[in-house]
């Protein structure tokens, strides 16, 4: 699980498995965003899911969101070597306007 | 589609030295951000801005100084490089806030001798 000042936490697994990243949160967020970051380059979104949804879905991968316990999951089915990378989730702390808090991130590796 | 663009790729400098980094958007997007990444850690929000000529100062602005005087070009300034410091700096806009999709430069990394 990630957050704030964390390290970074690192998960390596064979290709083909699926894997589920957690994230948990201190403060009421408006959204969850989850980014994904490959070596060298910046990061890139992969879901945003907003504080009135329960999960969100977009090919492989999964998010769900729980605004009681104030959690996030990230899941990747079917993982491939190309999904190698540190995945961040990020959120708004309630103001939609210019600060968005990332967590530590996982590393994730994902061995051919 | 668009590119943020950032440079330099590589900064080196000396201590005590100003330096400034840049940024450009062509996305035509209002808010621009600038965030440090360090080795092993999250990313930490240094400054904003929401417009043109507009500051907003994040958790970690001290020793930063920031300039947004066109919608397109957001830069950055490292008041006093600290002997040592390592980090890479991203830059990132936005069609709004933070509750939106944040797209982000490939960054620039910065060594201190």
């Known amino acids: 699980s990630q957050w704030g000042e964390e390290n970074l936490q690192a998960l390596s697994i064979q290709e083909g498995e699926d894997v589920t990243m957690n994230c948990s949160y201190k403060t009421y967020t408006t959204v969850v965003q989850w980014y994904r970051q490959k070596s060298g380059k910046g990061p890139a979104q992969l879901i945003l899911?907003?504080?009135?949804?329960r999960e969100k879905r977009s090919g492989r991968l999964r998010a769900t969101l729980d605004t009681s316990s104030q959690s996030s999951s990230l899941s990747i089915t079917g993982t491939l070597a190309t999904d190698t990378a540190v995945y961040f989730c990020?959120?708004?702390?309630?103001?939609?306007?210019?600060?968005?808090?990332f967590g530590a991130g996982t590393q994730l590796i994902v061995i051919p | 589609g668009g590119i943020i663009t950032q440079t330099p790729k590589f900064l080196i400098g000396q201590e005590g030295q100003k330096l400034t980094l840049k940024c450009q958007q062509n996305?035509?997007?209002?808010?621009m951000y600038w965030y440090r990444q360090d080795s092993g850690k999250g990313l930490r929000l240094i400054y904003y801005?929401?417009?043109?000529?507009?500051?907003q100062k994040g958790d970690l602005s001290e020793g930063y100084d920031a300039s947004r005087e066109k919608k397109s070009s957001f830069s950055l300034t490292v008041t006093s490089a600290q002997k040592n410091e390592m980090a890479v700096f991203l830059c990132?806009?936005?069609?709004?806030?933070?509750?939106?999709?944040?797209?982000f430069g490939h960054g620039t990394k910065l060594s201190v001798l």
């Open positions: 996305f035509n997007h209002d808010t």
């Open positions: 990132a806009s936005s069609i709004l806030g933070s509750n939106e999709r944040l797209f």
């Open positions: 990020a959120t708004d702390r309630g103001s939609a306007l210019g600060r968005l808090h």
């Open positions: 801005s929401i417009t043109e000529n507009d500051l």
């Open positions: 899911i907003r504080s009135n949804e």
